[in-house]
């Protein structure tokens, strides 16, 4: 058998969409298998991680962040954020890098402490919810003239 130019050109021509062709196909029957699979996808919710063991053992309730802001241990380290609530022990927060947010509920908060980086509490009191803002390695007192004090309610660091 003899194949002439105009022959073989045409079987490259072939070729060439029979190549491009498969990926389409194959990533097809990948997708068909995925959802035939019914796994779930992976959708990050921001919760905070132990959140349940933490408000029983400690009395914090820990809703969401992004992983900027972290509870840590109050360990004399002043560029940590802390927060002194009435009847319960300090907490600190480790600021983990410039922008980071933790969404939390903490009541009875009377005085919160900036540590190393500017922070911004969103906080209730005195029936109003309000923005502090507290610069950094500053305190400031949450809540005044309040009997039940100030709900701390947000914390965000920026740069």
Same mark, same amino acid.
């Given at each position: *058998? #003899?194949?002439?130019?105009? +022959? ?9 969409? @029979? ?16 959802? @035939?699979?019914? *796994?779930?996808?992976?959708? $990050? ?7 349940? $063991?933490?408000?029983? +053992? ?19 380290? +002043? ?37 190393? #980086? ?6 209730? @009191?005195?029936?109003?919810? #309000?923005?502090? #803002? ?19 309610? $947000? ?5």
């Amino acid at each position: *058998m #003899q194949l002439n130019k105009k +022959t073989l050109t045409g079987l490259a021509a072939l070729g060439g969409v @029979a190549v491009l062709g498969v990926p389409r196909i194959a990533s097809a029957a990948v997708s068909d298998l995925d959802a @035939a699979d019914g *796994m779930p996808w992976i959708v $990050e919710d921001y919760s905070y991680p132990g959140a349940a $063991e933490i408000e029983a +053992t400690r009395g914090i309730k820990l809703v969401k962040g992004d992983g900027g802001i972290v509870l840590a241990d109050c360990d004399g380290d +002043t560029d940590l954020i802390s927060v002194e609530s009435i009847g319960r022990e300090w907490f600190c927060f480790q600021a983990r890098r410039d922008n980071g947010w933790l969404s939390l509920r903490l009541d009875r908060v009377f005085l919160i402490g900036a540590g190393g #980086q500017d922070v911004s509490a969103k906080v209730v @009191a005195n029936g109003t919810e #309000q923005d502090v #803002q507290i610069p950094e390695g500053e305190l400031r007192p949450i809540g005044i003239g309040d009997p039940n004090y100030g709900v701390l309610l $947000e914390l965000r660091t920026t740069p």
